[in-house]
């Protein structure tokens, strides 16, 4: 549910982000979708096959979270536009990292 929420809390930096950097605005949405997709696999899985999408799950949060600081380094996105996303965006990587280590 994080993850959703996250993503959820995207819809207005995306919308400005696709008018000032298609390509970037492209990579957060695909590693978002990565994110909460491979949650929803992992939570069906079991053994080192559910670690392991979650994992991945994890490394796209990431992905997203570097891809959305990025933005704001090249002039694309505001910082305080992002405070609630990259706030969800670190309790969802802290959650998959307690339940992968």
Request: hydrophobic share 45%; no cysteine.
């Amino acid at each position: 549910e994080v993850g959703l929420e996250a993503i959820g809390a995207l819809r207005g930096p995306l919308a400005v982000l696709r008018g000032r950097n298609v390509d970037l605005y492209h990579q957060v949405r695909r590693a978002g979708a990565s994110m909460t997709l491979n949650l929803a696999e992992g939570r069906r899985r079991v053994g080192k096959d559910r670690k392991h999408l979650w994992r991945v799950a994890m490394g796209s949060a990431d992905e997203v979270r570097v891809a959305l600081r990025t933005a704001v380094e090249f002039g694309d996105l505001e910082a305080r536009e992002l405070s609630q996303p990259l706030e969800l965006l670190d309790r969802e990587v802290a959650m998959l990292w307690k339940v992968t280590h």
